[in-house]
T-cell receptor, first 114, second 117 residues
Framework: DVKVTQSSRYLVKRTGEKVFLECVQDMDHENMFWYRQDPGLGLRLIYFSYDVKMKEKGDIPEGYSVSREKKERFSLILESASTNQTSMYLC?????????????FGPGTRLTVL | AQKITQTQPGMFVQEKEAVTLDCTYDTSDPSYGLFWYKQPSSGEMIFLIYQGSYDQQNATEGRYSLNFQKARKSANLVISASQLGDSAMYFCAMREAITGGGNKLTFGTGTQLKVEL
């Protein structure tokens, strides 16, 4: 089974802190994704990566950056956390072979910024 | 730009009944695909079913089936014989090809389904 893990289920940070959310997949997938989920808005894509060190902006990249130094690990970075970044963050991975690829999701990190 | 619309924020269904969750989409790409995911209260997204725009038949997967009407741009999820464990948030999503292979997804806002005894 594909396993996508995220470093924390719950995280509480203060405004202005630098925050790292980590995601690891164990299926040698090429593509990895970061979404945020807010009530009434569904899931929105922040960034994705289709190869090591390669990244592309999604629909809402402002205030975020990412890092992919190894194939299995994709990090989301909040350079200076703000209260409007309080949300559920979901990581996903997919094989990256065909356009019908299914994305596999991690359990999510619920981040609260005070 | 692609757009996915789910107009039912919440739905109720009685156990053992069938339920239809609506999804309409908009795209200018002649080749596209639609996914449905389930998100229980635990938070993890679970893939349910996929329908490609060129697929000749509507997709089915166990108790899940897709009522795909291309002319109406709709891809409604039908759950037959509802069970209490089907209570969850359901998301419709459309794929878009990305550099290097694979796809990225645009999600709808979701429908919260509650199955009652």
């Amino acid at each position: 089974d594909v396993k996508v893990t995220q470093s924390s289920r719950y995280l509480v940070k203060r405004t202005g802190e630098k925050v790292f959310l980590e995601c690891v997949q164990d299926m040698d997938h090429e593509n990895m994704f970061w979404y945020r989920q807010d009530p009434g808005l569904g899931l929105r894509l922040i960034y994705f990566s289709y190869d090591v060190k390669m990244k592309e902006k999604g629909d809402i990249p402002e205030g975020y950056s990412v890092s992919r130094e190894k194939k299995e690990r994709f990090s989301l970075i909040l350079e200076s956390a703000s209260t409007n970044q309080t949300s559920m963050y979901l990581c996903a991975s997919s094989p990256g072979k065909v356009y019908t690829d299914t994305q596999y999701f991690g359990p999510g990190t619920r981040l609260t910024v005070l | 730009a692609q757009k996915i619309t789910q107009t039912q924020p919440g739905m109720f269904v009685q156990e053992k009944e069938a339920v239809t969750l609506d999804c309409t989409y908009d795209t200018s790409d002649p080749s596209y695909g639609l996914f449905w995911y389930k998100q229980p209260s635990s938070g993890e997204m679970i893939f349910l079913i996929y329908q490609g725009s060129y697929d000749q038949q509507n997709a089915t997967e166990g108790r899940y089936s897709l009522n795909f009407q291309k002319a109406r741009k709709s891809a409604n999820l039908v759950i037959s014989a509802s069970q209490l464990g089907d209570s969850a948030m359901y998301f419709c999503a459309m794929r878009e090809a990305i550099t290097g292979g694979g796809n990225k997804l645009t999600f709808g806002t979701g429908t919260q389904l509650k199955v009652e005894l």
